[in-house]
């Protein structure tokens, strides 16, 4: 049960704009442990991850007033002054693809002489290999902060992960958890994540957006339920779409690590961060999120017992293509270098479209980020 003694966070009340929302499945968990359940699950999985990597879960076993104490963490720590959280910053760290600890917003430039409206700080898994100093604002909560981190990964990461392999047709479903075991030495973290409201003017230099369409690099990304509205997702028809936030959710979206494992069969999915709906604006917007990944020493070769993949003929991935075999380890730092770079040259055009210097996005010879506009 989470320490009592900080204030109750309280969540800002949700749009009334009527947008275009995304329709999304959501996975109930509570299935998961009856008899059938799973194959239940799976079934709605499958539609999902091959067309837009995005769906909800609900009755996760972590209960909001839990999931509200990580909120309520993350306002003391945003609340802190400048000063002090930048003694958890360090810009070589992040040039070199570290990326735990704290990210002061403004520290890369979106274009057209604005700069990003976003801070991060990022907790590393309590796996033994992470030892980080931390706030005293989050140090008296160290106990609830590993609580909630490890739930997330038991709850929600390693069930997702079970209904992966039947998906897959694994022999054995635990087969996809062995890779990502919470105590092995990995790169999952829980983040708190603050977005800064922005003038009108300043949103429009920049396309109405606080973060151009892109994907995440690891295995799947839990994004707890927040009521400012900016997150959008690219369907299969390329349509922009805004996800809602449905109460008692987590929205979850899958990932570059699992797309290389799948030969590509589950999609990374495609999403960016929009300035919020009127209503909205003017509101600064916290977000709670864990981001799993496979462990360290994992090779992201496609995963070659799959009769499912074998059978499709998907046993190639964008790293095998260029004579690659990473590692985690090794396709964090990279991606994570690319994506800290600073960069100085991005047009943006009238309509919000975002065009990079081809150097900025090379993450290894022959591989570039992608951008979607
Ligand atoms: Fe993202």
């Known amino acids: 049960m989470p320490d009592t003694s900080l204030e109750k966070y309280d969540h800002v009340p949700v749009t009334k704009e009527d947008l275009d929302w995304a329709e999304l499945v959501t996975l109930d968990l509570s299935l998961y442990d009856q008899p059938g359940g799973k194959e239940k699950l799976v079934k709605q999985l499958e539609h999902a991850v091959q067309h837009v990597g995005f769906f909800y879960v609900k009755n996760f076993n972590i209960s909001q007033e839990e999931v509200d104490f990580q909120f309520a963490l993350g306002r003391e720590f945003y609340a802190l002054p400048l000063e002090e959280k930048l003694k958890y910053h360090n810009a070589d760290d992040l040039a070199r693809g570290e990326y735990n600890g704290y990210r002061p917003a403004g520290h890369r430039i979106l274009g057209n002489g604005i700069r990003d409206n976003v801070q991060v700080y990022n907790i590393p898994k309590f796996d033994g290999y992470h030892q980080r100093a931390q706030p005293d604002v989050l140090q008296k909560y160290a106990t609830e902060i590993e609580a909630f981190s490890r739930k997330c990964h038991t709850e929600v990461v390693e069930k997702l992960l079970r209904l992966f392999a039947i998906l897959l047709e694994l022999p054995d479903e635990d087969q996809l958890v062995r890779d990502h075991k919470y105590d092995v030495k990995g790169e999952d973290h829980l983040r708190y994540m603050h977005y800064a409201a922005r003038s009108a003017e300043d949103n429009k230099k920049v396309g109405e957006l606080y973060s151009p369409g892109h994907t995440d690099l690891g295995t799947i990304t839990l994004l707890f339920r927040q009521p400012v509205v900016a997150l959008q997702i690219l369907n299969s028809e390329g349509q922009w779409k805004w996800v809602r936030p449905q109460d008692g959710t987590i929205t979850i979206n899958t990932c570059d690590a699992l797309t290389a494992l799948t030969g590509g069969f589950i999609k990374s999915s495609i999403h960016r961060v929009h300035a919020p709906p009127q209503d909205q604006a003017h509101v600064d917007r916290l977000g709670v999120l864990y981001f799993a990944r496979p462990n360290n020493h994992v090779i992201l070769d496609p995963i070659q017992n799959s009769p499912l993949l074998n059978h499709l ?28 770079r600073r960069n100085r040259d991005v047009k943006i055009s009238d309509d919000g479209k975002y065009t990079y210097k081809h150097k900025d996005l090379e993450i290894i010879p022959g591989l570039q980020a992608v951008v979607y506009n």
């Open 313 to 340: 003929g998907l046993t190639k991935n964008a790293f095998t293509e260029l004579d690659q075999h990473l590692t985690t380890e090794q396709w964090v730092k990279v991606r994570q270098s690319q994506q800290q």
